[in-house]
């Protein structure tokens, strides 16, 4: 019981265990927050010697007809986001950002 305890403990520190988060698990963490399947893109830039990573949600949406992807590319497309913020050790950071943010994809600002 200590032990399950303490990993509940840590986890609530450093995030859960990231090292199976996958493409299908972030389109989940998307569709339940905003209730469309949205796009995503990653931007990494350096600015005074620091790298920034910023992952934007976009304003296009997989229930749209103009919609560019089929589910398969779409799907295929969130792998690859979520395998590069496994290896950037973000996951968890997008995870509680997602489940703190008020804002909703749009156009500009």
Known sequence: ????????DLERIVGKDDSSFSGI???NLIRN???RSYDVT???KEFMGR???AMNVMWKYREQRSFPL??????LRLDDVA???KCWGAVSHVRNTLEKSRER???GK
Not at 1 to 8: C, Q
Not at 70 to 75: F, K, R
């Open 1 to 8: 019981m200590n032990e399950n305890k303490f990993r509940k």
């Open 25 to 27: 698990e972030l389109a």
């Open 33 to 35: 927050k905003y209730g």
């Open 42 to 44: 990653l931007i990494k």
């Open 51 to 53: 790298n920034l990573l």
């Open 70 to 75: 089929t589910e398969d590319e779409y799907l």
């Open 83 to 85: 395998n590069n913020l």
């Open 105 to 107: 994809p749009r156009i």
